[in-house]
């Protein structure tokens, strides 16, 4: 698109306007002298009439005015009796000059008013163009930074500038422009306080050398524009700056009030996941604390009455329900964390037989049958990882399988292409199709008969995979059972081995 | 000789289970509830073992740690919970002996204590050179390493690493201690030589490297060489 600003220089440079004044003039003279054996005095005039036409319909009306009364008077020098002079033996050829002065500069008046009417229609409809192209624009951006740089844009189309368009933040200070000179920032200031347009033609501070228009109406001014070249008697330049201004205000205020009811969207979310959270983790939490509570007052008002083998088997049951508790409260915690920030990853390059190595070490206490078999092949690749979750992830599987199965449990991990697959694979109750993505939700369990609190380590194994940039899902295993695979991308290149 | 502990914990119930605990394994126990009131108790008279709680509420045990340092030899078990990671290897570095995270048995503490002042007395006397655990045997001086009686060859650097974890064996040793001092200073974020190294010292030494007996992933702060 031509710059709208453009327009408004549509005309001839002054110089070459003048110079085609001369040039009309010496052509037409030109014509005159060399048609002169063939052609009377009439036809001769009506030469100088077209170049005046010509002038008229070119140049501006000074130059065109110019054109005509050179016309005359080359006419009435080169052409008119007694030639070679200013004098004029007739009186018809007087009035003959008289007229055609006369309507020669009539012609250029109206030939140039026409032509500024035309000029000014089409800077009008450019401007028009412009705001609703902006309007348009406007509507598919939704950050307060696009709206910002499309209504920057604009102002530089439509003013040669430098134009300065800044918003104010929450604290109703200017954002940015920080090279601006304090003039500027005060004029900005001000026209903001007083919810006016400032400047030439405006009434109100008429001696600067911009315009400053507010983005807003009074109460809710969003920041402010300054606008350059400003001329006192450019009303609709004036006016065009203020559209665009109000367009830019509806358009920040339309941003503002979206984004503010997304963020009480979310919030209404974030609390009610934190309901159902809550609800489940006291559920979760109730149970065992019931049983330590209830063995430990036992042993507190009738140990005397117990047998050895019955305070034993009290004190049993408070030290593994107190554990099953910390692994509750464990998996609790991380998977909060994991949700809530997400980025505090503390990745490093980790081998997964060590993980693995370290979590059989904690696991094995509760597989005193050796159930789990585990397979990590050597030399597997290692991965940028944050251990500590990976090891709770493989706890959380492995435990799981241990809950829920009887038979062997199978633990490999493989590499497979651009990622490492970690598969825990048992032989209990397997999980049925339709909870095969229910049971990763917190708080949800596959079967509301069997073993309590299942469904928060799944949903935090499934939350530390998606953190590395994985997934996990569980499959039904042939010859029944269930499958949880983990995969994880190895998306950086391996370390570089050192020569030692 | 009775041995003394101070036990540096805000939590009452803790503070009086820990107490009762070791008292009863014949330790004189000395509780503080702060770091001002530890270092108050310090500056009276060093014990022979630390076990300080982090997350006090007068501020950061790292201080302390390093207070402790510059004059005693003190050992330092840190007790901390899972997600204080970063600041639990930090206070390792600064030099704490070992770590144990909540929630712990008393067995577990006490087992970690003997470790630490084992090398306590080791440290004042000579230096570890010896090392016997199962079928594994290493001996620094002679530089063998042998299991189940055959010997196993080790490269120099792979022989650098044990040795360094034998020196500690029982404590847990830092991801950076042990790249600062087998590899150097300069390069204590190169994890990855310490994943591979490691690997191949347990595929020599460990009948499955899988589940390693001997070395002992720390996951996120370091190894441990078993040493009971």
């Not at chain 1, 003048?18 to 002298?33: E, H, I, N, S």
């Not at chain 1, 422009?177 to 005060?186: F, M």
């Not at chain 1, 292409?417 to 397997?430: C, E, M, N, W, Y």
Request: include cysteine.
């Amino acid at each position: 698109m031509a710059h709208v600003s453009d327009v408004q220089k549509l005309g001839v440079s002054p110089a070459r306007g003048w110079t085609a004044v001369a040039l009309l003039l010496a052509a037409a003279t030109l014509c005159g002298v060399w048609l002169d054996p063939y052609v009377t005095i009439t036809s001769q005039a009506m030469i100088y009439v077209l170049a005046i036409v010509i002038a008229a319909y070119k140049l501006d009306w000074l130059q065109s005015a110019v054109c005509a009364i050179g016309a005359v008077t080359a006419l009435n020098f080169f052409f008119v009796p007694p030639r070679w002079t200013f004098d004029v033996e007739s009186q018809e050829h007087f009035i003959a000059l008289v007229v055609m002065l006369v309507v020669a500069l009539v012609i250029s008046h109206l030939a140039s008013s026409v032509r500024r009417e035309s000029r000014h229609a089409a800077l009008n409809a450019r401007r028009a163009r412009q705001l609703q192209e902006l309007a348009s624009g406007l509507s598919i951006s939704s950050t307060k930074e696009e709206i910002l740089s499309l209504g920057q844009g604009a102002l530089d189309d439509a003013f040669d500038g430098p134009n300065t368009l800044l918003l104010l933040d929450d604290g109703q200070e200017l954002q940015g422009g920080a090279d601006l000179s304090n003039e500027v920032r005060d004029g900005l200031r001000c026209c903001i306080n007083e919810c006016a347009v400032l400047g030439p033609g405006t009434g109100r501070w008429p001696g600067l050398d911009a315009w400053y228009l507010p983005l807003g109406e009074k109460g809710r001014v969003l920041g402010a524009a300054r606008v350059l070249p400003a001329r006192a008697a450019d009303n609709d330049g004036r006016e065009h700056a203020q559209a665009l201004c109000s367009l830019l205000a509806q358009n920040l205020l339309r941003a503002r009030l979206s984004a503010s009811v997304q963020s009480v969207q979310a919030e209404a979310q974030r609390q009610q996941v934190q309901s159902t959270f809550l609800a489940a983790v006291s559920h979760d939490l109730r149970t065992p604390l019931a049983s330590i509570v209830g063995a430990a007052s036992a042993l507190q008002t009738q140990r005397d009455k117990l047998g050895a083998a019955e305070q034993d088997r009290l004190l049993a049951s408070i030290a593994n329900e107190a554990s099953y508790l910390s692994r509750v409260t464990e998996n609790t915690l991380q998977l909060v964390r994991l949700t809530s920030l997400q980025k505090d990853l503390k990745r490093d390059w980790e081998s997964l037989e060590e993980i693995v190595g370290s979590v059989l070490s904690r696991v094995r206490q509760h597989d005193t049958g050796r159930r789990i078999k585990s397979k990590v092949p050597a030399g597997l690749p290692l991965i940028k990882a944050d251990p500590v979750l990976l090891a709770q992830m493989i706890g959380n599987l492995l435990e799981n399988a241990l809950k829920y199965s009887e038979g062997a449990i199978d633990l490999s991990i493989a590499a497979q292409g651009q990622a490492l697959t970690i598969s825990v694979k048992d032989r209990g109750p397997g999980v049925a199709p339709a909870q095969q993505d229910l049971i990763f939700e917190p708080y949800r369990r596959g079967d509301q008969s069997g073993p309590r609190g299942a469904g928060l380590g799944l949903a935090l194994c499934r939350a530390i995979a998606q953190a590395h940039g994985g997934s996990l899902r569980v499959t039904a295993r042939s010859g029944g059972g269930a499958c949880f695979l983990a995969t994880l991308p190895l998306d950086v290149a391996q370390p570089e081995q050192d020569a030692q | 000789m009775t041995l003394r502990v101070l036990v540096v914990e805000d939590d009452h119930e803790i503070r009086s289970l820990m107490q009762s605990s070791l008292s009863v394994e014949g330790f004189e126990v000395q509780t503080a509830v702060s770091l001002s009131e530890a270092r108050a108790l310090l500056r009276h008279k060093a014990p022979d073992l630390i076990v300080l709680d982090l997350g006090l509420p007068d501020g950061d045990g790292v201080q302390l740690v390093h207070e402790i340092r510059k004059q005693h030899a003190t050992p330092v078990i840190v007790v901390s919970a899972r997600y204080q990671e970063t600041l639990k290897i930090e206070l390792l570095d600064a030099g704490a002996d070992d770590y144990l995270t909540k929630p712990f048995s008393v067995g577990e503490l006490l087992a970690r204590m003997r470790v630490a002042l084992r090398h306590r007395g080791t440290s004042l006397a000579a230096a570890v050179t010896q090392h016997q655990l199962e079928d594994l045997s290493v001996d620094l001086t002679t530089r063998t390493v042998q299991l189940a009686g055959e010997t196993v060859h080790l490269t120099p650097t792979e022989f650098k690493l044990l040795a360094r974890l034998v020196r500690s064996a029982g404590r847990v040793v830092t991801h950076r201690q042990l790249l600062t001092d087998v590899w150097g200073p300069e390069f204590t974020e190169h994890t990855h030589y310490l994943r591979l190294y490691m690997a191949q010292l347990r595929a020599k030494i460990e009948r499955d490297p899988g589940e390693p007996r001997h070395l002992l992933t720390e996951t996120g702060v370091g190894y441990r060489l078993a040493d009971v």
